[in-house]
């Protein structure tokens, strides 16, 4: 074990300062590569809630988020499977009652509710515009609908954290890729181990670093403490010696143990019953209301979270339709039995009391009754097949204009069987519109107003994903992402049908890629406008960045720093087109 005073003092640790005696915090904030696009934030956000979003974006979200695949299980089922994973593959009693603490949808929102109330008493006006949104969205007959279906297909684990281990042991050092993926659950695989202390053997208590700006060898040794700039993630077994971390690209190396927080490890677990997505990208698809016989078109979907969940979406109203025919049939038959046995009773009645002229009528009468009856059997058949028919016609397109991650989306839809329900194909959403059009296929999938439901969630800065030690975006990626949006803004416009809904969506907290973009499309776009979004779950719209304050209680911004819900950053606008404009 290493003398924690001489760590402390001899190693640039960015996250593990000693604030008392035997106090200490893990607390930091995420750097930029680029100042300047510290700066563009600050400019719009303010030093202060800056800060507080560079603290949250080093932390991990505060929910892991589950979605069920309806396809193969339903949510009662997999909370038992995930129960028995943890409890066989959970070495930690304290981690296997963390993990199967399970949360729903509804017990989120009563957070943010509560949250919400304890802020209005101390006159926050942000959330005072978010708890207003929430009183409306109560009163929607949209609301319960959303909100159960969100509950129904859901699942959520609390993360616990930040806890506060000490890094006491030999030291390894692992690349920044693999010290966010240990932040959010994993352990650490061969391949992200770059360097470490010479004598470590398996079994041993290793503490394990982030190297932040120093590029560092594969295999490198160093002596007693790693000198450069670095952040601590927490400490684990080591289960291979350390000639073997670089022998092998596979398998695990250390097993994580005491964690800066304490959140699942789910990768590749349940792969077919279940899929990991956050929250508010749950949510946007949920904004675009997907319907049967809905034409649906998820402008950039790599890698195909957002269209699965529509392709489940439309695959579970599929289900609930075919039962409500089923019944209804029953029913009708039901009746059709009861007006068989009525006709025959009063037949056979009229049979005892008259001669056999008249029973010959009767018998006349019992035909026409049967004919009649068999008419509306076959008209309810008819009717249930044409209902059935109405399921066939709805239509997924999920597009990227890179073929490897087409296939990707492909594979996604297979692994979760909703591959009949979507057609992928390679395609540059931004170059869609008739003069861009080559195939003259296309010419007929991609017309103007043609689409009920639109989908943009386009490439963006990705300023907003956590956990995130350093931000390797610079200002000119910015800048890029939001013009680049804007040709796609384009032609969205112009594929949505009068009507329809455009749901708009980023990952990133950079306003120039959300409320300023939603303000050009509402400049340039009079036929469109912005709707409420149910439920309101998040912070309403920046101020001073193109909207009024109506406009800004419409659209859902996903503040990182915002404690109740601790989601990644993330921006969604929700529009309809007017009609006969």
Do not use: W
């Amino acid at each position: 074990m290493k003398d924690l005073n001489l760590v402390l003092n001899e190693m640039e640790i960015m996250n593990f300062k000693k604030i008392g005696d035997d106090e200490y915090t893990n607390e930091c904030l995420m750097e930029f590569k680029d100042i300047e696009v510290l700066n563009h934030l600050i400019k719009y956000y303010g030093k202060e809630h800056m800060e507080r979003i560079q603290k949250s974006m080093t932390q991990t979200f505060l929910y892991t988020t589950i979605r069920v695949n309806t396809m193969t299980t339903n949510k009662d089922q997999l909370l038992i499977d995930l129960s028995n994973h943890f409890k066989a593959n959970e070495k930690s009693i304290g981690n296997q009652e963390i993990f199967t603490n399970f949360k729903s949808f509804n017990d989120i929102l009563i957070s943010i509710n509560n949250n919400n109330n304890n802020n209005n008493n101390n006159n926050n006006n942000n959330n005072n515009n978010n708890n207003n949104n929430n009183n409306i969205n109560c009163n929607n007959s949209n609301y319960e609908e959303i909100k159960n279906q969100i509950s129904k297909d859901t699942i959520f684990i609390k993360t616990v954290g930040p806890l506060i281990p000490k890094p006491i042991y030999p030291q390894i050092i692992v690349d920044l890729i693999c010290g966010e993926a240990v932040l959010r659950g994993s352990n650490i695989f061969s391949i992200g181990v770059l360097g470490s202390n010479k004598y470590i053997k398996k079994g041993n208590m290793v503490s394990v670093f982030v190297t932040i700006n120093t590029r560092v060898s594969k295999g490198e040794i160093f002596e007693n403490c790693f000198k450069e700039k670095c952040a601590f993630i927490g400490n684990g077994i080591s289960l291979l010696d350390r000639d073997d971390y670089h022998q092998t690209r596979v398998g695990v190396a250390i097993e994580m143990t005491e964690r800066l927080y304490v959140c699942p490890p789910l990768n590749s677990v349940l792969e077919d019953k279940m899929f990991l997505q956050h929250l508010p990208s749950i949510y946007t698809v949920y904004q675009l209301e997907p319907k049967l016989g809905d034409k649906i078109i998820d402008m950039c979907a790599a890698p195909g979270g957002k269209t699965t969940l529509i392709a489940s979406l439309i695959q579970q109203l599929e289900i609930t339709t075919t039962t409500n025919n089923n019944n209804n049939n029953n029913n009708n038959n039901n009746n059709n039995n009861n007006n068989n046995n009525n006709n025959n009773n009063n037949n056979n009645n009229n049979n005892n009391n008259n001669n056999n002229n008249n029973n010959n009528n009767n018998n006349n009468n019992n035909n026409n009754n049967n004919n009649n009856n068999n008419n509306n059997n076959n008209n309810n058949n008819n009717n249930n097949n044409n209902e059935n028919k109405e399921l066939i016609k709805t239509e997924i397109f999920a597009l990227d204009k890179n073929k490897g991650k087409v296939k990707k989306i492909i594979d996604l839809c297979k692994r979760l069987s909703l591959d009949k329900y979507v057609t992928c194909l390679a395609k540059d959403s931004s170059k869609l519109t008739k003069e861009n059009q080559q195939d003259p296929l296309d010419k007929i999938r991609f017309q103007s107003n043609s689409f009920d439901k639109v989908l943009l969630d386009g490439p963006c800065s990705g300023i907003g994903s956590r956990p995130r030690l350093i931000e390797s975006s610079s200002l000119v990626d910015l800048t890029n992402s939001s013009e680049f949006q804007k040709k796609l803004i384009d032609q969205a416009v112009s594929l949505l049908k009068p009507g329809g809904i455009l749901v708009y969506s980023t990952c990133s907290i950079n306003p120039e890629e959300n409320e300023l973009n939603v303000s050009y499309l509402l400049n340039n776009y009079p036929e469109m406008k912005l709707i409420p979004q149910f439920p309101y779950i998040s912070q309403p719209g920046l101020p001073n960045c193109g909207l009024n304050d109506e406009q800004c209680k419409l659209v859902s911004r996903f503040d990182p720093s915002d404690l109740s819900i601790g989601t990644i950053g993330f921006f969604v606008a929700k529009f309809t087109k007017i009609k006969n404009q």
